[in-house]
């Protein structure tokens, strides 16, 4: 089976900065688009930023040049480093991976426990 384990949550003031990593351990054989999404409480989940298999990224309009997202591919890590945070970026942020494992040999979507995010002063 497969893990994803999220890390890197807190609370932050406005302007600060986060990094948030989502890890995946167990039996892996390949990792293709992994995404991180956020729920705010009453409002749906949303995606955030996602990354492919060949570390192209995608992102929501409202994150552009505030996020990055990147991967490690040999340590199965993908990070989000969250910059000029502002009161609106509070959510749970949960990681998504897309992932081929080999117990099911073709890809399955895992999600991680989420981490909580608290943007304010």
């Known amino acids: 089976q497969v893990q994803l384990v999220e890390s890197g949550g807190g609370l932050v003031q406005p302007g600060g900065s986060l990094r948030l990593s989502c890890a995946a351990s167990?039996?892996?054989?390949?990792?293709?688009?992994v995404g991180w999404y956020r729920q705010a409480p009453g409002k749906q989940r949303e995606l955030v930023a996602d990354i492919t298999g060949a570390g192209r990224p995608n992102y929501v309009d409202s994150v552009k040049g505030r996020f990055t997202i990147s991967r490690d591919n040999p340590k199965n890590t993908v990070l989000l480093q969250m910059n000029s945070l502002k009161p609106e970026d509070t959510a749970v942020y949960y990681c998504?991976?897309?992932?081929?494992?080999?117990?099911?040999?073709?890809?399955?979507?895992?999600w991680g426990q989420g981490t909580q995010v608290i943007v304010s002063s």
């Open positions: 998504k991976a897309n992932v081929v494992s080999y117990y099911r040999m073709y890809e399955y979507p895992y």
């Open positions: 167990g039996s892996i054989h390949s990792i293709n688009t």
